[in-house]
């Protein structure tokens, strides 16, 4: 995540008052980010964020497609793909972006998500031709060879042990979203396995980068000192002429069904100094009105030192050597999870029953409003600390455009963000959680 700078006394913040003197302050008004959007003939759509006052710009293409996309049996696709796309192009080496981006101060990078493969540099504001050259050049000109492929399907797998088997509750949370979920293909985790990247071919993977590496896919978002107009002109130079595809876009359509009853698992690792517990239920798509209040219970359930299930499992109880609770909201459906990793002497049950205890706690007490105001501060800060940068102002357009599907949604999320009040966190843990059945993973060691 990007370092998030202190604006407390920006929001005015009342921490010198008492908790039972401090009413909640005026909304802060928050310009709105300055969009400009259009449309190239071959589909990619264009974002730009015009600042003056920086000396760098971010450039970023966030290509719609995700781990959800990933072929049956194949899953890791838009992870290796993740990969591949630094591979080289017909005229660009495999070190070029770090060369163009690095050499001159400035950096690169890319993730994959559920829904969204991006890539991203920072650059000084006078390398930004070059940038979109690179970007337009690996769009339409990538090398997908079995050289290429051979080396990147290897780097995936490793990320996968590193990640997954070499810690001890890799193997737990990377379990989470297969019991979650019951038909969409969230089930399967992003990065993939090891057995499916083995089984892929070169032929399947040039066919996945045919289908969706391409202009009509994407959405290309430039934020920071860059004169519109020049922009605009390198961008249609370079990416004009990338030719849009006949074949249709496969979308997911499945629908994700209701879960009707509780269940109960056991997950099991090779090496698992205490027992830890999940608890899984489902959430509404990151679009869903009750998504901002989900997020501050989020916040107050689990963020930072001081959250209640922190306090309380950790401190308190001394249950737990650590816990937690998120709301994991994706385009088309999402989950609410919690966990607990036991402290010694404690079992997966009693994990179980304190997690619950304290959810409830949230969802049915008086919220005091110096806690409630403590949090939604710390959640809006985060959001605008991550403006005050062109790539993170370029990062909150580009989620508002594969989570909700309009950039300009990114204005609305702060002001949803400041409207929720206490019952409107205690409406949404009664409707999604105490309401809703749920899995329940136990996680522990398997014994030879």
Known sequence: MPNRRECLVALGVLAALPAWAAAPPAPISVPPLPLAERRLANGLQVLTLPDRNTATVSVQVWYHVGGKDDPAGRSGFAHLFEHMMFKGSRHMGAATFDRLTEDVGGNNNAFTAE???????????????????????RMGSLVVDQANFDSERAVVQEEY????????????????????????????????????????????????????YRPDNA?????????PAQAAAWIDRYFGPLKKPDTPI??????????????????????????AVALIWQGPRADS??????????????????????????YRDQSAQAAGFSADLNADAGLLMAYAIAAGGHST??????????????????????ELEKVRTQVLTGELAERQTPHGRAQSVGWAVIQR?????????????????????QRVLKTYVLQRPRVTLDYTEKKA
């Open 219 to 227: 959405t290309l978002i430039v934020s920071g000192d860059f004169d």
């Open 115 to 137: 829904d969204v493969t991006a890539y991203h540099s920072t650059v000084p504001s006078n390398h930004l031709e070059r940038i979109l050259w690179a970007e337009a050049e």
């Open 289 to 314: 009105r009750d998504a901002a209040a989900l997020n501050v219970a989020s916040a107050l359930l689990s963020a930072g030192e001081s959250s209640r299930l922190n306090e309380a499992l950790v």
């Open 161 to 212: 042990r590193q990640r997954v088997l070499a810690g001890p509750y890799g193997r737990l949370f990377n379990a989470l979203p297969a019991y979650g979920y019951i038909a969409h293909p969230y089930k399967r985790p992003v990065i993939g396995s090891i057995e499916d990247l083995n089984a892929a071919t070169l032929e399947d993977v040039r066919a996945f980068h045919a289908t969706y």
């Open 349 to 370: 049950a009693q994990l179980e029953q304190a997690l619950l205890r304290e959810i409830e706690r949230l969802a049915q007490r008086r919220i005091a409003d110096a």
């Open 405 to 425: 599907g309009d950039p300009r949604a990114a204005d609305r999320e702060l002001a949803e963000l400041q409207a929720v009040r206490a019952a409107d966190v």
């Open 250 to 275: 496969p979308r997911v359509t499945v629908r994700e069904p209701r879960r009707e009853e509780n269940s109960r698992a056991q997950v099991f690792g090779p090496t698992v100094p205490l027992p």
